[in-house]
Structure formats: structure tokens, C-alpha cells
């Protein structure tokens, strides 16, 4: 049993301060874009990476990382991947260049996929009964609340102490988690009978798959598609991708394939990838567009998304009575529809076709209004759907592979729309010298010939709206998608495994 000192009070305290640090960092680099790729001199491929590096490594070692803590235990994993975290940040906040600074968030989201997968398995552990669905709903509203607020957050970091601080702040609040969890935190893990097996293998084929899919979405549009490069990076993806599947179907691997013959948790899986790809994959070139095109600071940036982040928090109050009243499948349709009307708002107003200023605006506005609304509906059902639609044995497997399709669809958003971006950017303004548009596609229009920059900006702005117009359209494959969560779904017709129930600590 553990100390008096040790209370699941501590245990929820550390746990939600690492959910906190985590889900922060996946937004709040967002608003700093611009700045970080004008000190380090990168251009739009590059700047991409800083997000991209963080959601695949964060997404693809997820399912790794809680067998891992089924293994040797939660509170280890956690700690370790706390420090890992910690050292990361630092490394972020010093980086002298570009390179290191992707290589560095690409080592936080491996520490950020080991702090995530066992926190519900240590609240799990720490809480009972209704106090555990109390302990596991409240540290879900931080995360979220964290994850809403981080343009802000970076906003007012960028703005007072300069970029690199986005990262360093991190470093002093690890190291306090860290202690805090070495001398307050208990020890849990799952029975030895029921501990999933590591997969090594599985999870490095599953990194290079998805880092070889990424390379030609990112370098293309510079490098040109038909590049050997290019041609080579998307070649080894396919055979990496082809041995991934080939190893999972084995059986007792990093993926349990037969989850996936089930309709309706496929679909949750399927629809919170496309909704991450809709809503955190256009928000790099959100930032991007109303700091460039509109001169907002970093700051300005992050009041101007209040809309945004403030409606997603509000219509999260009400979640819950709504899935008393409609269907997951009616909730889902529903978020899909009003992020998709929010994306055609906002590239209305990034195209210049609602008229004075003051009312693109408002049109701005309320797309940001419809983008966080629709979001605070969607998720919430889906992980009732993903869970509910496998045995209990199976949950945590199920929860932990939907949350994994989260970060995997931010960053396939990133690369997808980035290459769009970047295409329709070049086909609207030719005549911009090629040396100068890497300080276009980042939108540092100074740095551009002043007889052009209007032309620049025009571009720029086209190529955000055809971001949101794409956007919405993956919105409008996500409402019909969303038909897979009827009820009625063919029932789990796998073999039966035991997996220990506290392995519902692998949702993140």
C-alpha cells in the first residue's frame, strides 16, 4: 500500500500537469511559426516539420509506449518520459538551427507519448468508483482546456520573452513533475498475465513508414515531385508500410488488426483522424495568414483566435447533455458540418469576396466560432463509440489506437495542406524572385521586392482560402463517414483476448 504522503490527490495533480505540458505543446508552437522561421532561417518545408516532427513521433510510439508501461511499470514510464520531455524542451528553446530543432520536437513526442499513454491507468489505480470517472473527467477538461488555449498561451510568450521561451518554460514545471513523481506518485502495472507484449520492431516500421510518407508531402512542392529524393522517400514508404501490415497480422503485435474489422470502431478511428487533419492541420497556416496578410503580432494572433479556443471550452459544457439527446452518429455529422461552414467562412473572408474589411472580420469570426464548436461536438462521441464498440478486455487497445489516429491526422493535415499551400502560392505570383519565397511561404513580405509585396499578399491569401476550401471538403467526407457509428454495427467477431482493463490508461 502506499505512504500517507502519497494521496491520488498528488497522483492526479502530477498526471494533469503532464497532460497539461503535452497537449499545450501541440498548439501553442503554432503562433510562433513565423518568428521561429525567421531567426533560424527556414523555410515553409522546415517550419511544417516543427509541427509535424511532435504529432508523428507522439502518435506513432503511443501504442509502444503503454505496453511499455504495462511492462515496467506506469509511474517509471511516466517519469522517464517526463525527463525525456523536459530535456527536449530544452533542447528546443537552445537550438541553433532548424535541424535541431525538429530532431529536438521529434524527442519530445517520443516523451510526450510516454507521459500520456499510462495517465489514465495511474488515475485508474489512484481513484475508485465514481471518483475515478470524476478524476478521469477532470483531467480530460485541463488537457483540453490546455489544448484550446495554447495560441494564447504562445501569444504572450512570443510576444514578452521571444520564441525559444514557448520551450523553456517547460524545463523548470518537468523537473518539479519529475520530483514530484519519484516522491509522491505509486507504483502500478498491469498483472503479468495480462501485460501486452513490446513490439520494437513493429513501432520502429510504424516511425518509418509514417516519416517516409511525410518527406515527399513536405519536399515536393519545393524539390519538385518527380525529384529522386522524393521518388525514393514515397517508394520506401510503400515497402516499409507493406511490412508493417504484413508483421501485425501475426497476431500479438504493436496493432490488434482484427479491432479494425469492426465497422463502427474503424469509423471512430477513421473520423478522429479526419478531424484532426480539418482542424489542427489548417492552424499553422491560420497563424500564418493572420499575422502576415493582417500584420497581427503573435499575441494579436492569439486574441484573435478566442473565438476559436473560447467556443470550443463553452460547447464542451454541454457535450455531454447533447449525447443524452442525439445519436454519435447525428453529433459527429453535426461537428463535421459546422467545422466545414466554419472553413468555407474563413476562406470567404482570406479571398476577399465579403466586402469592407469590418465584415470579413466578422466573417473570420464567426468561422472561428463554427470550427470550435464543431470540434467540442465530434470528440467526445467518438470515444465513447471506439470503446463501447470492442469487449472490455479489448478497450484499452481500442481507445489507446483511435487517440493515436489524433496526432497522426494533425500531422498528415500539416503536410497535405502545406503542399497545396505552397503549389497554389507558386502558381499565383511567378513573377516573385525564387530566392524570396521562403520569405513568402512564411509571409515575411519585407523581405520581398516592395513593388510585389501586393501581389504577395494577394497570393498568400489564395492560398490559405484554397487550405480552407480543402479543409472543408475532408469535412464533408467526415459527415458522410460518420454513417459507421450508426447503431446496429456488426458486432466483434475476434478472437478473445485478455487485456487487462487498466490498459484504458492508453487514451491520451
Avoid at 520531455?85 to 528546443?92: P, Q
Avoid at 445519436?327 to 472553413?343: E, H, N, S, T, W
Avoid at 464548436?373 to 469487449?391: E, H, K, N, T
Wanted: glycine share 12%; proline share 6%; aromatic share 6%.
Amino acid at each position: 500500500m502506499p505512504s500517507r504522503p502519497r494521496t491520488p490527490r498528488w497522483t492526479f495533480a502530477l498526471v494533469s500537469a503532464g497532460g497539461v505540458m503535452m497537449t499545450l505543446d501541440v498548439t501553442i508552437v503554432n503562433v510562433a511559426l513565423s518568428d521561429i522561421s525567421r531567426d533560424l532561417d527556414a523555410g515553409l518545408g522546415r517550419v511544417q516539420w516543427t509541427v509535424s516532427a511532435y504529432s508523428l513521433a507522439f502518435g506513432a510510439l503511443l501504442l509502444s509506449a503503454g505496453a511499455l508501461s504495462d511492462r515496467v511499470g506506469r509511474r517509471r514510464v511516466f517519469t522517464a518520459g517526463m525527463a525525456l520531455f523536459t530535456l527536449a524542451s530544452a533542447g528546443c528553446g537552445l537550438a541553433p538551427d532548424a535541424g535541431t530543432l525538429i530532431a529536438a520536437r521529434a524527442a519530445q513526442g517520443l516523451g510526450g507519448a510516454m507521459v500520456f499513454a499510462p495517465t489514465l491507468a495511474l488515475l485508474a489505480a489512484a481513484y475508485e468508483g465514481a471518483r475515478r470517472q470524476a478524476a478521469i473527467a477532470g483531467f480530460a477538461a485541463i488537457a483540453s482546456a490546455a489544448g484550446a488555449l495554447g495560441p494564447l498561451v504562445g501569444g504572450v510568450f512570443v510576444q514578452t520573452l521571444g520564441w525559444r521561451w514557448i520551450f523553456l518554460i517547460n524545463v523548470p514545471i518537468g523537473l518539479l513533475v519529475v520530483a514530484g513523481a519519484l516522491a509522491r506518485m505509486p507504483e502500478s502495472a498491469a498483472p503479468r498475465d495480462t501485460r501486452r507484449r513490446i513490439d520494437p520492431l513493429g513501432a520502429l516500421l510504424a516511425v518509418g513508414t509514417l516519416l517516409a510518407l511525410h518527406y515527399p508531402l513536405v519536399t515536393g512542392p519545393e524539390a519538385g515531385w518527380t525529384a529522386p529524393d522524393v521518388l525514393a522517400s514515397a517508394a520506401l514508404a510503400v515497402i516499409l508500410a507493406v511490412g508493417l501490415v504484413a508483421g501485425q497480422r501475426r497476431g500479438g503485435g504493436l496493432i490488434d488488426m482484427t479491432l479494425l474489422r469492426v465497422r463502427a470502431f474503424s469509423g471512430a478511428a477513421v473520423l478522429g483522424f479526419l478531424a484532426r487533419m480539418s482542424s489542427l492541420g489548417v492552424l499553422a497556416f491560420t497563424t500564418l495568414w493572420l499575422q502576415s496578410t493582417h500584420g497581427y503580432s503573435a499575441l494579436e494572433v492569439g486574441l484573435h483566435l478566442l473565438p476559436l479556443t473560447g467556443s470550443l471550452l463553452v460547447a464542451g459544457l454541454f457535450v455531454a447533455r447533447l449525447q443524452r439527446v442525439f445519436a454519435p452518429d447525428r453529433l459527429v455529422a453535426g461537428g463535421f458540418a459546422l467545422q466545414g461552414l466554419g472553413l468555407l467562412a474563413l476562406a470567404a473572408a482570406a479571398g476577399d469576396t465579403v466586402g469592407p474589411a469590418v465584415v470579413a472580420q466578422a466573417v473570420t469570426a464567426t468561422g472561428f466560432v463554427l470550427l470550435g464548436v464543431g470540434g467540442a461536438v465530434i470528440f467526445p462521441p467518438l470515444m465513447g463509440v471506439a470503446v463501447s464498440a470492442v469487449p472490455a478486455d479489448r478497450a484499452g487497445m481500442a481507445s489507446g489506437l483511435t487517440n493515436a489516429s489524433y496526432p497522426l491526422g494533425t500531422a498528415t493535415g500539416v503536410a497535405v495542406f502545406g503542399a497545396l499551400f505552397s503549389q497554389r502560392l507558386e502558381g499565383a505570383a511567378p513573377e516573385v524572385d525564387p530566392s524570396a519565397w521562403s520569405a513568402v511561404e512564411t509571409g515575411h513580405f519585407d523581405l520581398v521586392e516592395p513593388a510585389l509585396q501586393p501581389l504577395a499578399r494577394s497570393a498568400f491569401s489564395g492560398a490559405f482560402a484554397a487550405v480552407c476550401l480543402a479543409s472543408a471538403l475532408v469535412c464533408l467526407v467526415g459527415v458522410f463517414v460518420a454513417r459507421t457509428l450508426r447503431p446496429g454495427a456488426e458486432p466483434f467477431d475476434g478472437p478473445a483476448v485478455k487485456s487487462p482493463a487498466a490498459t484504458v490508461g492508453q487514451r491520451s
